[in-house]
């Protein structure tokens, strides 16, 4: 099946730092979303991204779909202790309409006050 | 709006048993997809139902079977328990229209332990 590598795995940092997590595919998507999920919830989406070398802000959040199509990038600047959680990445296949989406492994995002 | 609505929360069955989870979509929302979580595989897509006709499927055995009613209200039904079947089901919701956009809204799930 298909594989979205989600990296980092974990990441602990200290409140007010900025923070990058990425993934990546070996086949191309057309849509790639970024949720968040808190311990015991469900996923939280962040931001939709549609088309290659699209840059797209929600407050803090910047996410950008790459270029080759193979890629996304989320930036959370200034982070809060609030934005404790997980973060996943989903990717569409170029060879679906329709919802199904793979995801990434998440990364666990721990910050320090 | 109301977002998605899954019952019940939290489950316990035993091994061999069945199980029927119940989700009600985003008012408008035409398309429920079922994905499961594990902390060993994660989020792994099951199905999606769109206007009451499984779209897409996952590749998971003929045990876990869905439907969806007129009014997008979708079941998500698993006979024969096994252990490995514990997990978190989450269920997400969608307008599901083609060429249109996809976001897909999640429910909180129900944990489904298998004993």
């Known amino acids: 099946g298909q594989q979205l590598n989600q990296s980092p795995q974990s990441m602990f940092i200290q409140e007010g730092e900025d923070v990058s997590m990425n993934c990546t595919s070996s086949s191309i998507f057309n849509t790639w979303l970024w949720y968040k999920q808190d311990p015991g919830e469900g996923p939280v989406l962040l931001i939709a991204?549609?088309?290659?070398?699209e840059l797209t802000s929600n407050g803090r959040l910047t996410a950008q779909f790459g270029i080759t199509r193979k890629d996304s990038f989320l930036n959370i600047s200034a982070s809060i202790p609030s934005d404790v959680g997980i973060y996943f990445c989903?990717?569409?296949?170029?060879?679906?309409?329709?919802?199904?989406?793979?995801f990434g492994s998440g990364t666990k995002l721990n910050v320090k006050p | 709006k109301a977002g998605v609505t899954q019952t019940p929360r939290y489950l316990i069955k035993t091994r061999g048993q069945q199980v029927t989870l119940s989700c009600s979509p985003i008012s408008g929302h035409r398309s429920v997809s079922w994905y499961q979580q594990t902390p060993g595989q994660g989020l792994q897509f099951l199905f999606e139902?769109?206007?009451?006709?499984?779209?897409n499927k996952g590749n998971f055995p003929g045990r876990f079977s869905g439907r969806q009613f007129s009014n997008s209200r979708s079941e998500m039904n698993v006979s024969t328990l096994e252990l490995g079947d514990s997990a978190l089901y989450l269920c997400?919701?969608?307008?599901?229209?083609?060429?249109?956009?996809?976001?897909?809204?999640f429910g909180p799930g129900t944990r489904l332990t298998v004993t």
């Open positions: 991204l549609y088309k290659a070398g």
């Open positions: 139902y769109f206007s009451e006709t499984q779209r």
């Open positions: 997400a919701s969608s307008l599901g229209l083609a060429g249109g956009f996809y976001e897909q809204y």
């Open positions: 989903a990717g569409q296949p170029k060879e679906y309409n329709f919802n199904k989406f793979y």
